[in-house]
């Protein structure tokens, strides 16, 4: 079973078609990076993916599970972390976390938070309200409530923003542990050198249209250039 099975997604809002006929398969313990510009139907995709949006036409399957037909279930099984997304400005991290773990029914929660405080470096601004912490930080507790309850599948829009190079690298690491160990990360980017450097398979959106899947290697001319070429052209009629 594929993790991800898209076909023939469409959404339309009013005139605007965000998404054309999307077909894309990821499989299991995948890296898979969504590349395109700004409005080109990845962030659309995702909220479908993620139950949180209704396709005009087409279906897909998530684990298994239509997230149309069963959102709830979809949500319980993955992880997410939207674009531009922060912890509430009210509460810690400590005090998000907490929450996270009751709406998961998490048992060992405070055990699950001092490991991810660790792996994503905000111990020191643990008991420090959000709305004090730099962007950075916020990104930083936002990727840790996505992996506080093991999904085997996570949703990531735009993983590396906001976060110094250091960082950056240690998260880089974490991703890629984490699908070693046969779980699949679905991630949107703009950016290309992020889905160079980090992805297994990258499939180029543009129009709301799948223009090319592949891995970075099998692009002869670069990824650069051949998302380039692929952003530019016209999309097929």
């Known amino acids: 079973m594929a993790a991800i099975e898209v076909d023939g997604l469409r959404k339309e809002y009013g005139d ?47 684990l298994g599970t239509d997230p149309v037909g069963d959102p709830i279930e979809v949500r319980r099984s993955i992880g997410i972390l939207p674009e531009r997304e922060d912890p509430p400005s009210f509460l810690t991290p400590r005090e998000y976390l907490e929450f996270v773990g009751d709406v998961r029914s998490l048992s060992d929660i405070e055990d699950r938070i ?10 020191g601004v643990i008991d420090t309200l959000s709305s004090d912490l730099s962007e950075g930080e916020r990104q930083r507790v ?38 070693a160990e046969g779980n699949t990360l679905f991630l949107s980017t703009h950016f290309v050198e992020v889905a160079e450097q980090l992805c297994t398979e990258v499939g180029i959106i543009a129009g709301g249209r799948l ?10 001319s670069g990824l650069l250039d051949t998302y380039e070429a692929n952003v530019r052209e016209e999309p097929p009629q």
């Open 16 to 62: 605007v078609v965000a998404l054309d006929g999307l077909d894309l398969t990821v499989e299991c313990g995948n890296l898979y990076g969504l590349l395109g510009p700004n409005g080109s139907g990845k962030t659309t995709t995702i909220e479908i993916l993620t139950g949180q949006r209704t396709p005009t036409a087409g279906s897909a399957r998530v």
């Open 114 to 123: 001092e490991r991810l405080a660790d792996t994503f470096d905000f111990r």
């Open 211 to 220: 223009r090319l899947q592949g891995t970075p290697g099998e692009m002869e």
């Open 142 to 179: 936002m990727l840790a409530q996505v992996f506080i309850h093991d999904p085997d599948l996570a949703f990531i829009d735009e993983p590396l923003v906001n976060l110094d190079p250091l960082m950056q690298a240690e998260v880089k690491s974490y991703l890629e542990a984490y699908c």
